[in-house]
């Protein structure tokens, strides 16, 4: 089946636009954080006057007018890049391959998968689980669509991720947090993941303490390119994390109805998902501190939260989640797999729509919160 879909056309989907566009900036010597795309070409995308202040490099013009039909698909042309370094060595080496080519970063998405799913065997054999279980991983209908029809880099975030678990397993604190960073350089929330994987470091403060320390370290200096250009009114990562909503379930709820008393619903909203994702992030890594096997359980559960709650609640986003349900195949996990292409309602219906708010939405996420609840009622009760 990934064979199959290295050749097809992606199905209303356009940011491996943005991906083709950023290898061809690093490869060209540039930082895919300084311009927004729409910087190179001001008339066609009606940008305002902030790119006719701003210097452009020649090389960058040139590669725009040379790539004009991908270049002009680019989403939020208004905004740099958010992906992180570490995503952006993966566009670089996909551009490195073949300039502006699809099929080669689809193959350097295989590549990488083939790769996860024998660390995730590894992994599994490593918690005393069956290999088999990664076949849950491997036959995902959503990665298959999402991560190779779609072409999403969140495929590039699962070897981190699962090799992490692994080495937390074998007991190796600092391949553990420089695996970790490596992860948050590919996608920033891994940092909800820290305090989970620091419990497992040792038994003393000390070694709780050089954990951390590594980890924002290591973090901190791949992500330093990124926040540098951070504060700029048209960086990628400031409009995401203040501004974006799409597909959002309890955020929401909250903006819209709980929280709408407050002047600034959206921030307000924000912030009290942010503290709510974080507290059930720290309240896991307390509970499962002195068993690793809950480790991967505990992973699961805050990454589901993240998915529940965030403003953006996009379907590709359940590749965070699919490599860790190998380890916990809870049915309530497993049907947001099922509710995921409830998404593409979107392009049918206005967001606002009542029919997608009430009916859409509750259907994507609130039915498999419903079972996921009921079916930890039933562990707890001790029903099988």
């Known amino acids: 089946m990934r064979a199959v879909l290295l050749f097809s056309q992606p199905i209303l989907e356009d940011d491996w636009y943005r991906y083709l566009w950023d290898g061809a900036v690093v490869n060209s010597g540039h930082s895919p954080y300084q311009f927004a795309p729409a910087d190179f070409s001001p008339n066609l995308f009606d940008n305002s006057e902030q790119s006719s202040q701003k210097t452009l490099p020649l090389e960058l013009v040139e590669l725009s007018k040379a790539n004009k039909v991908r270049f002009e ?50 992994a599994l054999q490593s918690y005393s689980r069956s290999p088999l279980w990664a076949i849950l991983y491997w036959w995902n209908p959503v990665l298959l669509l999402q991560g190779f029809g779609a072409g999403h880099m969140d495929l590039l975030l699962v ?3 699962i090799s992490a678990i692994w080495m937390t397993k074998l007991s190796k604190p600092f391949t553990t947090s420089a695996l970790l960073a490596g992860a948050v350089g590919v996608k920033i929330w891994p940092i909800l993941l820290a305090p989970l994987f620091m419990t497992y470091s040792g038994n003393k403060l000390k070694a709780y303490a050089k954990f951390i320390l590594s980890f924002c370290i290591l973090a901190g200096v791949i992500l330093l ?4 250009h951070a504060i700029s009114p048209e960086a990628g990562l400031t409009t995401y994390s203040e501004t974006w909503r799409t597909h959002a379930f ?12 407050f002047d600034n619903s959206g921030q307000t909203s924000r912030i009290f998902v942010a503290i709510c994702i974080s507290t059930i992030a720290l309240s896991l890594a307390y509970w499962s501190r002195k068993d690793v096997d809950r480790l991967p359980h505990a992973a699961a559960l805050t990454v589901l939260a993240l998915i529940l709650m965030s403003p ?13 349900i190998p380890f916990y195949p809870n049915l309530g996990v497993m049907s947001l797999f099922i509710t995921a292409p409830l998404y593409y309602f979107r392009f049918v219906l206005d967001e606002q729509d009542l029919i997608y708010q009430w009916i859409i939405l ?5 039915v498999p919160l419903v079972i996921f609840i009921s079916s930890l009622l039933k562990e707890k009760r001790g029903i099988t």
């Open 250 to 261: 309890i955020f929401g709820l909250l903006e819209d109805y709980a929280l709408s008393i």
């Open 159 to 161: 070897p981190f991720l």
């Open 225 to 228: 390119p990124q926040l540098y």
């Open 312 to 324: 953006t609640g996009y379907p590709w986003y359940l590749i965070w989640i699919a490599v860790l």
């Open 362 to 366: 509750p259907a994507a996420f609130g």
């Open 73 to 122: 698909r680019i989403n939020y042309p208004y905004v740099s890049t958010i992906y992180p370094p570490i995503a952006q060595l993966g566009f670089s080496l996909s551009n490195a391959i073949a300039p502006f080519n699809f099929s080669a970063w689809r193959a350097l998405l295989l590549a990488i998968d083939i790769a996860s799913f024998f660390l995730l065997i590894k």
